[in-house]
């Protein structure tokens, strides 16, 4: 009895964590959109770096998973730019970059993760469950 009480709460504590997926790739984001909002979460997606920005500031998602490379306004500029605004969410970058550089300045504005493409999706919902237990 107490397991399904757990699962219940467990259940509505995920149904209220919002994500925003940020990528330029119509399939990855749509991918990402249904495994995310199977697991229940409130998913919104942006093509952007410009929509992200503004999608955010309407209403702050709690996790936002972030494609480094798009065009017009990167990854990292975003992320700079989140941070600039002190958005307190967890961001979790995605690349098929292997560039140290990138890598290690995602870090530096506080990525909570740096997941490769293709997306391992066991990996990202680890990632999410992860970041959100320690309240990024």
């Keep these: ?7 219940k709460k467990k259940a509505r504590s995920k149904k209220a964590v919002s994500i925003l997926v ?6 990855i984001r749509d ?4 495994y995310l909002g199977l ?8 093509q952007g770096g410009a929509e992200a920005l503004a999608l955010v500031a309407q209403d702050p998602p709690q996790m936002i998973i972030l494609d480094m490379y798009m065009p017009g306004m990167n990854g990292i500029e975003v992320l700079g730019e989140l941070r600039a605004r002190r958005y307190k969410g967890g961001v979790i970058a995605l690349t098929a970059s292997q560039d140290e550089k990138l890598l290690q300045e995602a870090l530096n504005l506080g990525s909570v993760d740096i997941l ?9 919902s680890l990632a999410i469950q992860v ?6």
């Excluded at 490769?116 to 990202?124: E, S, T």
């Design 131 to 136: 970041s959100l237990a320690f309240g990024a």
């Design 31 to 34: 991918m990402l959109e249904q």
């Design 116 to 124: 490769g493409k293709p997306v391992d999706l066991a990996r990202l």
């Design 39 to 46: 697991q229940g979460f409130r998913v919104r997606s942006a």
């Design 1 to 7: 009895m107490a397991t399904a009480a757990v699962r």
């Design 22 to 27: 940020v990528d330029d790739e119509p399939m």
